[in-house]
């Protein structure tokens, strides 16, 4: 068995979500690590978002250091400017220029409220591949609440969590999971690029974070129905809607009186021992009350730390302990099959 | 010349103090790292002290994080339970079980106060080969103060302080060590697996600490008769009585109105730059004063703080030069002896 | 391209600045590494400023933490005591001594205001070699302030900073740069062991620092002549005239009205990430007044600053990302010069 600490995980050409829109000004430079490579991200005076190697062509000083300007970012050593495609624009007492003088620019996507980048080969980068979030960001019947952690821990740890249905009742017992949970059956099933993984609760006490929201009056039908795409996000679909009431009809039964949910959650590799995990949460319910905004976050970030906390000491078990070979259970899985597509991507079969 | 920090110390076939016995309970699992390896240890509800390795067998989260439940421990990601033999009990929705999922187990002993457990071939495992406390832990005339340091250096250099005479007037001058020590010979013998080192100061004033707790009228005569168990647990005893009296007669001269110490100090290596050092002064006098114990383990406890800066500083030298090679001086004997003896032992020559 | 970060510069036969002559005494040793070897320092009762290894020939415990006494120090773990040579005097209970016990000793000279240690073959360390700055530390027409700063880059990086002008406008603007700088040449020439860089300012506004120290009624001619000795020690004169009153004239025209600094920096490896930076900065003004030697104290450790920050950036992404290879720039001639010749060097085409 390969190691935990996959790095099949760690493609190259792939779309990752590197900040938030709003982190990116033309007042200061952003400087972030994704696949071990130093970035700079700024925008343009002009409002273009670009993503540039931290790294001045000249002598290495990050350009993060250095000063945005229009069209472009000067390195703050030695005066050195470069366009938004990595070209060379000016160097200091030297109108001629230099021939070679330019830094690795990298595709960027600004969309649904995310700015994503791409990390391989320039060629290949097609902005249809971006996830799209465009349903819930740009709907006003849905209402987001958002968050970032940065994990000690290698993204495929992050990720074998965020596939798995069995941690729920040990790792969350008093937040988003619940004992019982392990007495429905979870349905899993491939994708072309990803795996579908759905489980229904039906007729069960509402979970302590949905009947605080949702007021049921009565049992409900709940649904966890996720949607993996490689190599680390993921799109989840939740909810809890009065039992009996048909959520469960497919496409859609009525889902009158219901809370739903769509999460996204975005895994971006920093290096082999650090994730960017980027989140957003919409809502379908109380569109206007901003405490719910906070109700959400708070919720969902103290689910997330219980997490955290566990796989980071998983990470470090590992990296204490390599020579130690796990053993799959049968919740395994979903995480089973993503890992065995990223290895099969990894040997060159998969495109 | 072999390393200062030799790694003839780290034997795996042998037993070493991992913790006190409070240290184990049933509330919830101690963490602990012997020679590089992650051990977990707690006491089932049924009373059962039990070492098992750190990490889950199905995807290495530590098991310190688990939970203690009747006739074993559960792991508080994915909710896998062990028995105290490290087999598997239980894996939840699988109730057919796993054929290979099982921990690491390593003997434990629980005995006179400390709990010792051995790190190699189970099946070499022999309890009568743990060091014998019991004179002293099982009698009503010895009373112990405890201490226990987490040193960041090499198990070799503490043993190497251990064992050497030669140090206490320098590191020791206001505390244990005094100048004229230097005038009094050692005799040092090789044992089977170990060296007996004795020293006796005959008609000498008594050590500040002696004098502070024993009140001499006049002149002592002292003593420290060390016996060292390979790999690396000192067995000492020591005192001071009135001058004259005839204490060094043996087996026993009259020790009327003498003060009598035995001190065991058990070095186990937590990896090549990390020893836990467990210790136990044991005195025959003001039995029925708490203070005592107090005033005996602060004073233990400054001289061995001496110590520690020294080898700690040492340490981190011969880490940055490495290249450096020391050289034996006439004091060195019973280190030397100690360290010949595991070296034959390392190539074999000794079982 | 070689690496930035340039181990050329790491010449073992060579004199380097380790401390100030006030830090050696003879109450307190001082530990201090240089090259990566860790040297002790101290003062004998008898005045003698003393370089050894670090590391006690017996069992390696830092000498730093020993005892200087009259004629040597004596370690204090065990005991033993060496000369300022390295010889060995004392072995404790051992009076026979020990043929082969002695630390390394280094050449060490004291001379106008700086200790210098020889790093390389002792039979190579040439007095004479040692840099000059008997003009101002033994003249009573200048004054000086002193500072030294542990700098986190290799010091290679620190020489490319001090060796360029083309940094000053973009990382001192507030400071001792001034965007106007960059309209005037720079003149570069090798020397044997070296480079000479001058840049004269002809009709310019004084920079900020000069005129609130100068308080020149109008526009001045201003001067920076460096002379840089390898490996890494840079002597510059600098400082600003009444305009046309023929400072610039050779040797040297009327300075009547003028103010005049002169400053060395000397880089001392401590490793290959560290460097010590010790500076002196003279004046020929206001030699009486304090606060003045308080004032440029504070001026040239604000410009320094500003440096360090950007050098320690700089460093940080060259070991993060080794692979990107830096391009030159003319700016660069002078360093690129120093470069060369340290390449000669390494290469032994040069003594």
Redesign the interface.
Known sequence: MKS?ASNDFLIRDAWYVVAWPHELTADRPLAR?VL???LVLFRTPEGQAVAL???C??????LS?GRIESGGI???????KFAPSGQCLE????PQG?P??CVRHYPLVERDGFIHVWMGDPGKADAERVIDASPWASSPHWKPSRGYLHVKAHVSLIA?NLL?F??L???HPNTVGAAQQ?DFATEVRPLAEGVQTDRWYIDVPASAFHQSVGHFKGRVDAWHCFRWHLPAIMSLNSGSAPTGTGAREKPHGSREGAIEFHHIAALTPQDEDHTHYFWVHWRNFALDEPAMTDTVHRNIMAAFSEDQ??VE??H???R??AQ?V???????RALSLVRSQLARRAQGSVA
């Open positions: 935990l690590t071990g490579e130093d190697e931290d790294r062509a000249h002598r290495l000083a990050p250091r000067r390195c703050l050593y030695h005066g050195v160097i200091p007492a030297q230099h070679n003088m074998d798995d069995g941690h009742p040990f790792v392990a906390a566990m000491a998983q470090a078990a590992i204490r302990g130690t796990p053993k799959a259970i049968m919740a395994d």
